[in-house]
């Protein structure tokens, strides 16, 4: 693709910023959304300077009428969608099963289920209509595996493995794409609130085969290959990028 149109959630901090970083240096224009206008508008100013055409519209993936509206603005600036990004998530709020609350429960769901769902009906709403499109949804090595003190957290990300996998089917007719990207432990702020502590967190890490904890930019390059036509025979995927983590 020359100067793909590409959208990504949950762009201002993080794997979200990462990704919007490195499509921006292969001459991405781009769409990049979160519910902070202020840092959006600045990533939107840096974008700019590397020579990208970069836009910020302010969204909560939460909201159906949120999300309907920036698809539709990204599609009347650019014309079209060539990839989605869907990184918009929350670590919710980590802990026991028998401390969860239907509050917790509702806060980790809304974001990291809803919103994909939400982001995934929209951008398709548009890619199948074009009959093009690649989306790449976040979820985790928790995606599929089980997580003792991240319960909710561990099941939101199952549920978008489950979403990405049956959005997959129902739109390869339609010459759309749905894969996802699994992390580990990745150098966040998100993983910093996880783990709490630098000991924990070191111990996380731990874990990793190859030793070290991940970069965002790490998880952005897989998800610019995805969403390249290198990778057009590439649906229906969790594509783990978490340093052989889940590989035991």
Sequence with gaps: MSNPVILITG?????????ALAFAKIGARL???????T?????????????AEAVFVQA????????RRLIDQAVARFGHLDAAVNVAGTEGQPGLIVNQTAESYA??????VL????SLKHELRVMTAQKSGSIINVSSTYGHEGAAYASVYSASKHAVEGLTKSAALEAASSGVRVNAVAPGPTDTGM???FTGTPENKAALVSGVPLGRVGKPADIAQMIAFLASDAASFVTGQIVSVDGGKSAG
């Design 11 to 19: 762009a201002l901090t993080g794997i979200g910023r990462a990704t």
């Design 31 to 37: 769409v990049i959304s979160g519910r902070r206008p």
């Design 39 to 51: 840092e959006g508008k600045a990533l939107e100013v840096e974008l700019q300077r590397l020579g």
């Design 60 to 67: 909560d993936v939460r909201h159906d009428e949120e999300v």
């Design 107 to 112: 806060a980790t769901f809304d974001t990291n």
């Design 115 to 118: 919103g994909t769902l939400l």
């Design 191 to 193: 993983l910093d609130r």
